[in-house]
């Protein structure tokens, strides 16, 4: 079993629809989680961070975490086509520790 | 803000050579990471200081793979010698701490292919 599962997709939705992307992990010590996005021969870079249950919005994402549960989502409202790209999950165990990291899920927002 | 800076960005190299890559993180950032991400994967941790220790290097194929952070700041990963299955992208990153939720910076990564 990976420590960080994501359903590679790809996940197809059309412009201004919901993305719903999904994220599980197998450590019950993980602190903290982490939404990166990568375009096609890019880097990854931060969309958001969340450690605590609940939701946490940032304009038109939204972290959700529940760690009773030990899953971890992304949704993206009025997704764009400037929003296909992969997905990165991540987590962390403890403050200073490494980010383990999912192998992502395929966007791909139609026009 | 400068960002984290690598080079070089491609290399094409022979099964059995050597090569080596080098990091330089965001100025001031204490934390260095070096990730391996083969195509259709995630990033995997390789090895990660701070300053100038190691504090996880725990998934380096250390029989072909080094790493070094000369006075905390660059850093170089060499990998001797190289098999096929290392062609990846090399990610070095950096963070200020590695505190929680403290952000991670990536590089534009390494780009490896050995033939």
């Known amino acids: 079993q990976k420590e960080v599962e994501q359903n590679s997709g790809p996940l197809s939705v059309p412009e201004g629809a919901i993305a719903s992307l999904n994220c599980t992990y197998s450590?019950?010590?993980?602190?903290?989680f982490f939404w990166y996005r990568q375009y096609s021969g890019k880097s990854p870079e931060l969309i958001m961070f969340?450690?605590?249950?609940g939701d946490k919005e940032d304009g038109r994402f939204t972290a959700q975490l529940n760690k009773a549960s030990q899953y971890v989502s992304l949704l993206i409202r009025d997704s764009q086509p400037s929003d296909s790209a992969t997905y990165l999950c991540?987590?962390?165990?403890?403050?200073?520790?490494?980010?383990?990291f999912g192998d992502g899920t395929t966007l791909t927002v139609k026009p | 803000e400068a960002g984290v800076a690598q080079s070089p960005r491609y290399k094409i190299i022979e099964k059995r050579q050597s090569v080596a890559f080098w990091c330089n993180p965001i100025s001031g950032h204490a934390t260095l990471y070096w990730y391996q991400q083969i195509l259709g994967q995630g990033p995997k941790l390789l090895i990660q200081?701070?300053?100038?220790?190691?504090?996880?290097d725990s998934q380096l194929p250390k029989d072909r793979f080094s790493a070094e952070r000369l006075k905390g700041v660059d850093s170089t990963l060499k990998i001797q010698p190289a098999k096929l299955e290392d062609s990846a992208v090399y990610l070095c990153?950096?963070?200020?701490?590695?505190?929680?939720?403290?952000?991670?910076?990536f590089g534009e990564g390494s780009w490896l292919t050995v033939v």
């Open positions: 200081f701070q300053n100038n220790g190691v504090v996880d």
């Open positions: 990153a950096s963070s200020s701490d590695g505190r929680s939720g403290n952000t991670i910076y």
């Open positions: 450590d019950r010590g993980s602190q903290s």
């Open positions: 991540a987590v962390r165990r403890t403050n200073a520790g490494k980010s383990t």
């Open positions: 969340i450690y605590s249950n």
